[in-house]
């Protein structure tokens, strides 16, 4: 995974400066869970928490099995339950998971991006954010 992370780690930082975010992760699909495999401005404790998530578990989880963005407006104070408390050390308000597709239409990949402030992404942004995760190289 080291290697891979050295890969997708530029176009991470890439895509979180190109969207106004502060922080983000990219999780690829690795059989029956999610694996980290790049992650900026991140704790360390929450990247050990999150280096394998299984499907429905947390936004990355949940986007990957519903196969649909995921996002909260505040990660601080959301309780719809899609936020695992773990997030919350993450020093970022509205954030949201995208799922990435494959050629033939399954997730691939769950690329998460946070923001400083406390918004609600409609629907053109969330197509325009996850415009931009389907160029994650793959």
């Not at 699909?29 to 404790?45: F, Q, S």
């Not at 499907?55 to 989880?61: I, P, Q, S, T, V």
């Not at 946070?114 to 995760?133: I, K, N, T």
């Amino acid at each position: 995974m080291h290697a891979r992370r050295e890969s997708l780690e530029p176009w991470l930082r890439s895509f979180i400066a190109e969207s106004g975010g502060i922080a983000g992760t990219v999780h690829l699909v690795e059989g029956e869970a999610l694996a980290l495999a790049a992650a900026v401005n991140i704790p360390e404790k929450v990247q050990e928490v999150t280096r394998v998530v299984p499907r429905g578990k947390g936004m990355a989880g949940l986007a990957w099995e519903r196969g649909q963005p995921v996002q909260t407006c505040n990660l601080q104070t959301d309780s719809s339950g899609d936020v695992r408390p773990g997030a919350r050390a993450v020093a970022a308000q509205a954030a949201v998971a995208l799922p990435v597709r494959d050629a033939s239409a399954g997730v691939r990949a769950v690329v998460g991006i946070a923001f400083a402030d406390e918004r609600e992404l409609d629907q053109e942004e969330l197509a325009r954010l996850g415009h931009g995760a389907g160029a994650l190289p793959a």
